[in-house]
């Protein structure tokens, strides 16, 4: 799957950009010694906003990763936005890791769901109720499946580009969330975990779990 800004999110361009000009100037006029702390902090936003293409792996029943990172849950809770019973698995991202949020499933949009709130360390269980964050709900061939951006301790901004009524495709690129943060998904009980907590996962490319009759 091809994306329009393969190499560097679009939303690093203006950081990049701003401290990229401050970096040369200081250079210019001050030397390299002054200038050197510029660039470590250029270097840390390019890494940041990465947004590498991703290749999903085969099988229509797999329900992808939505993003790179830790996995910190994996159980058996209520749904809240989708007001069911559902296997929880979440996604911790630190600032290493690609920010770009991607479809975990095929689908309809039901529900986008944004919610203010607070900013503790979003590997805490109870930063996905308690901090900002952004549902998706997700009807994937008459299944319910729900995405929730999760604010972290220094995320201070979730982006969230689908609306109701749209059709997304698995592994497009739907979200991010800047600066650490988390990514909860909510399945069916019929769905069959594939990862355990402590794993690393990768956007699009790692299966979080199994769910017969996807699309």
């Given at each position: ?49 990465r947004d590498p ?133 909510y399945l069916p ?27």
């Amino acid at each position: 799957m091809m994306y329009p800004h393969p190499i560097i999110a679009k939303e690093g361009w203006p950081y990049l950009a701003a401290v990229g000009v401050a970096t040369v100037l200081v250079q210019q006029y001050a030397g390299f010694a002054w200038a050197s702390p510029l660039w470590i902090i250029f270097f840390f936003v390019l890494q940041f906003f990465r947004d590498p293409q991703r290749i999903a792996p085969l099988g229509r029943d797999l329900v992808l990763s939505p993003a790179d990172g830790r996995i910190v849950v994996v159980e058996k809770t209520q749904d809240p936005y989708a007001n069911r019973e559902a296997i929880k698995i979440s996604v911790f991202m630190n600032v290493f890791n690609v920010h770009s949020n991607r479809c975990s499933v095929n689908g309809l949009v039901k529900e986008v769901q944004y919610f203010p709130g607070q900013f503790v360390n979003a590997a805490l269980d109870k930063a996905s109720v308690e901090n900002e964050r952004n549902a998706v709900v997700i009807d994937a061939n008459g299944q319910t499946v729900t995405l929730v951006q999760v604010a972290g301790l220094i995320a201070r901004r979730i982006l969230c580009y689908i609306h109701v009524g749209e059709h997304v495709k698995r592994g497009s690129r739907y979200g991010f969330i800047r600066f650490g943060s988390r990514v909860d998904v909510y399945l069916p009980l019929t769905a069959e975990p594939l990862v355990s907590v402590g794993e690393k996962v990768s956007a699009t490319r790692t299966a979080l779990a199994r769910l017969p009759g996807l699309d």
